[in-house]
């Protein structure tokens, strides 16, 4: 998989991140689901998931909360954060799923629609002790288990199509569609030209067919 950036940037957008949640919700009193969805709903977290390296790296932890409330409007705190020498649940949150972000290429808001960040939190025991393989492991489960259709299920149902009728107009023969929606077949293995064909049909682009989670 190509990911949107380096793995040498990646322990840096790890403790920045895990920086900003630990420093809005326990120095700034923001509720962890709020804080969250401040982020969410900022083009900050786009520019962090697709790379940005200003964002990144550029910024503390802080300063991306600081950066976080200008844009969204909100009170400009001046208070400085206060670290625990133990990383917080919070910190904890915010630096695993920008592993797990990195890890599936999939978006901050995928994520939170399948496993909201209050479920992540719940994560912290055990898993903060655990190699971060084992928290990617199991993100992984209860994402499939929050959204058990494949990509192009997902996507052939929201235009309408039955199977046969998206064989017909693709051109991909109807048993192979069948497999790659029923996971015996992986979609992320096809030919470039099967993942071009049902891409035109379903007016979509090839990577949004394929699968982020194993």
Known sequence: MIRAY???????AQKNLGRMLDYLVNTLNYPLKVAWQLF????????????DYSVLVGLSGAELARALLMQSDESISTLSPSYPYDRSPEFWTGWALAYYQWFTGLRFT???QAVPITDVRLLYI????????QFVDRMN???RIAKPETNLKALRTLTGQSQAQLALLSGVPL???????????DINRAQAKTLAQLARTLKCDMEDLLEKVP
């Open 40 to 51: 969410l709903t900022n083009d900050l977290s786009v520019r962090f998931e697709q790379g």
């Open 126 to 133: 055990p898993y903060h002790e655990m190699d971060i393989r």
């Open 6 to 12: 380096d793995k040498i940037y990646l322990a840096s």
């Open 110 to 112: 995928e994520i939170e």
């Open 141 to 143: 489960e209860q994402y």
């Open 175 to 185: 048993r192979t569609i069948q497999q790659y929606e029923q996971r015996k077949k």
